[in-house]
């Protein structure tokens, strides 16, 4: 049964760093697409960024392009979401769930996989 497990989130000050990591168990990656989501608070979840099977294709949202880079390891199953940067506004708990990566659609929460426990980002001074 495929499993996700999110992990490195933490607090950090404005401007700073992360990097959250998403392994994934019982199944292999290999042959599909993955998305970072997140869901802040008072907020719906939302799409951050996907990365297509092979890792030759990424898509940002807006607000993060420039700052976030969404990365895989297919030997080990995981999937990594490099956050530089932070604003207060990234504040939220990321999860990684598989789906269809494209442009038009990274925003959208229509996932196929179960959601993990997420890992909790507080960007604050």
């Known amino acids: 049964q495929l499993q996700f497990v999110e992990s490195g989130g933490g607090l950090v000050q404005p401007g700073g760093s992360l990097r959250v990591s998403c392994a994934a168990s019982?199944?292999?990656?290999?042959?599909?697409?993955v998305g970072w989501f997140r869901h802040a608070p008072g907020k719906e979840h939302e799409g951050v960024s996907c990365i297509s099977s092979s890792g030759d294709t990424t898509y940002y949202e807006d607000s993060v392009k420039g700052r976030f880079t969404i990365s895989r390891d297919n030997a080990n199953n995981t999937v990594y979401l490099q956050m530089n940067n932070l604003q207060s506004e990234d504040t939220g708990v990321y999860y990684c769930?598989?789906?269809?990566?494209?442009?038009?659609?990274?925003?959208?929460?229509?996932?196929?996989?179960?959601w993990g426990q997420g890992t909790q980002v507080t960007v604050s001074s």
């Open positions: 019982g199944f292999s990656l290999v042959h599909y697409d």
């Open positions: 769930a598989l789906r269809t990566c494209t442009m038009a659609m990274v925003r959208a929460t229509k996932v196929m996989s179960d």
